[in-house]
């Protein structure tokens, strides 16, 4: 795998709406930040859960989905420009002098003064099909996300689910596979309307196949897949398959944060809600995955300790840099950011 070293000031693990403001009130004090996440795309729960569920408390916005205000939340830190690391877990985190070194299984290491943890109900995992030895395969053969779709070109690929996953990948890589076929229990897909229309569209123009079942047998060498057989009631039918793509949806667990040295109290990180600090220096903890008398999970408790984590991280990165606090209306340094005349 090959490394890639990155300095940051900043390192927020998991871009849900909590690691989004985060960049907006660390960047407003000019600090630059990147961000990781296991998802492939920003928002978190609001984006992977209720993405058309509409919320009513925000302040100040009456009415918004889980969609919406991902988005007005990634137009708000664009002047930032924050670096998205997406589809990569954060696996480790170590102190090495007087920096951290935090690495993800992409093979990121970044090093950075500040970690803000931001992951939320812990991390989304893909929820894995019941085949046996499937992990021989794991990472050469099959694969539950996709970084890079062009190492599929010209293969035999299976796709296995019907839900959005399944199906938006379905129509994104039949046109470059040399052959793909679609694995899935029912006749009916549960996807947007508009994915479902056009995989049967595929199906009816043979372009790609369709099998009627469940996968309970994988053959191959070494993790190199070979075929997949399938079954239902009537029979059982073994296909080529070199790249298996199971799309069986999310589910959470607290995953690596339980080994990182912090102070956990049921499975939430203990912070001083003063400045949102962990047991650990330079480690902050926001947003759902905290706990402190009286917490509640919800977005607006998230973007105040937001606040008042920067405020204390900015002495981690300006050590010898007195904070001044200025109200967004007034700040020059946001107005230059966004262009505006102070
Ligand atoms: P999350 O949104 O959970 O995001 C955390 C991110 O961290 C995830 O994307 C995850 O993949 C990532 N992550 C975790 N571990 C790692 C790791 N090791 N490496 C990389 N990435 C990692 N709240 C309200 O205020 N109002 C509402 O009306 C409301 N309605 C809701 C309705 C539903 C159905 C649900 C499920 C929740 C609702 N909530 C509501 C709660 C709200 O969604 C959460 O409070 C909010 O999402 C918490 O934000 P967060 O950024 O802390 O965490």
Known sequence: ????????????????????????????????????????????????????????????????????????????????????????????IKKVDDTWEVKTDAGDVFYTKVIVIAAGGGSFQPKKPPIKEIENYEGSSVFYSIRDKHKFKDKDIVIAGGGDSAL?????????????????????????????????????????????GQINVLSGDDGSLKSVSIKNKEEEKNINCEVLLPFFGLTMKLGPVADWGLNLNENLIEVDTKKFETNQKGIFAIGDINTYPGKLKLILCGFHEAALMAQEAHGYIYPDKKITFQYTTSSSSLKKKLGVAT
């Open 1 to 92: 795998m090959q490394i890639n070293k990155i300095e940051t000031d900043c390192l927020i693990i998991g871009a849900g709406p909590v690691g989004l403001f985060s960049v907006f009130e660390l960047g407003l004090l000019d600090i630059k930040c990147d961000i990781v996440d296991i998802l492939d795309k920003p928002g978190g729960q609001c984006a992977e859960l209720y993405p058309d569920k509409p919320i009513y408390d925000i302040p100040g916005i009456p009415e918004i989905s889980g969609e919406g205000l991902v988005d007005s939340l990634l137009k708000q830190i664009k002047p930032f420009n924050p670096a998205f690391h997406l589809s990569r877990i954060v696996t480790e």
């Open 168 to 212: 938006d990948w379905v129509i994104d890589l039949h046109d470059s596979a040399k052959s793909l076929t679609l694995v899935h229990r029912r006749k009916e897909f549960r996807a947007v309307p508009d994915s479902v229309n056009k995989v049967h569209e595929l199906i009816e123009a043979k372009k790609i196949n369709f099998e009627l």
